[in-house]
């Protein structure tokens, strides 16, 4: 059998990640699971370098995902958990990997490589309690805040929905109060 054909077959001859046609390949995912078409998948030049050399990504490039993640075939599913794990600090990401299911043994190998686990220097937000708050979670006020610039005071037990984080400062989120879009020191909320 003819690997690369089979995959061509299967593919409809395009990129089984963002649908190019252009500079097709066999790509072997790691670590490798019983051979054949379970293991494999055809990938386009693009999408190969940026797998392999992180440096080189684009997260634009990525918001494929959004299609391919729903593939039938585990090796596609796997990679598409990968590249979207690599890539959740953007925001997008992370919200569909919240709506991504694989079966156990499928999420394992997807997390066999490593990709998306915390690395010792990522930025961890933990609100007043030190519950792990992400981008996206809800949380309330704890304590008035008086908001800089304005005569505004956010007033303690106030929901915030849908915070997005500061990437680089692990005390900084920001949410919408009052219609208001302001940043809130982490220590100052409850996650909800």
Known sequence: MNIERELGKRSNHQCELCASTEKLSVFEVQPPKNG?????LLICEICRDQIENP???DPNHWRCLNDSMWSEHTPVKVM??????RLRKEGWPQDLLDMFYLEDEVLEWAKATGEGAPSENQIIHRDSNGAVIEAGDSVVLIKDLPVKGSSMVAKRGTAVRRVSL???NAEYIEGKVDGQQIVILTKFVKKI
């Open 55 to 57: 440096d080189n990504t």
């Open 36 to 40: 054949g078409l379970e293991a494999n």
């Open 166 to 168: 500061d990437h680089e």
């Open 80 to 85: 598409a958990w990968r590249m979207l794990s």
